[in-house]
């Protein structure tokens, strides 16, 4: 599976952006999708998923109200729309996939940076 991110770029603070993320088999057999992010200096960290039949969404608290995920299998898409962002959101966003035989797959990264 190859994952490809989109929308990364320079914001400034409480301004918004939309990453998406396509793969290149259906997204309708992964059972989990979400996205990361690392900013320099520090470890990934997960932000979002959504996973299951019913779409279940989790966030973390830190973008927990300003960040939804979303996808639209019929265009193989994972999103994430990005609302008041922060200097701390500058990070490279990553998203993942994990299957049904719970192998996970990575995308290459996008660049968000938000200045104050």
């Known amino acids: 599976v190859q994952l490809q991110a989109f929308g990364g770029g320079s914001v400034q603070a409480g301004g918004s952006l939309e990453l998406s993320c396509v793969a290149s088999?259906?997204?309708?057999?992964?059972?989990?999708m979400g996205w990361y992010r690392q900013a320099p200096g520090k470890e990934r960290e997960w932000i979002a998923t959504?996973?299951?039949?019913?779409?279940?969404?989790n966030y973390a608290d830190s973008v927990k109200g300003r960040f939804t995920i979303s996808r639209e299998d019929a265009k193989n898409t994972l999103y994430l729309e990005m609302n008041n962002l922060e200097p701390g959101d500058t990070a490279i966003y990553y998203c993942?996939?994990?299957?049904?035989?719970?192998?996970?797959?990575w995308g290459q990264g996008t660049l968000v940076t938000v200045s104050s």
């Open positions: 993942m996939v994990e299957d049904i035989g719970r192998r996970t797959y």
């Open positions: 088999r259906d997204t309708s057999r992964f059972i989990i």
């Open positions: 959504i996973e299951g039949l019913d779409d279940d969404r």
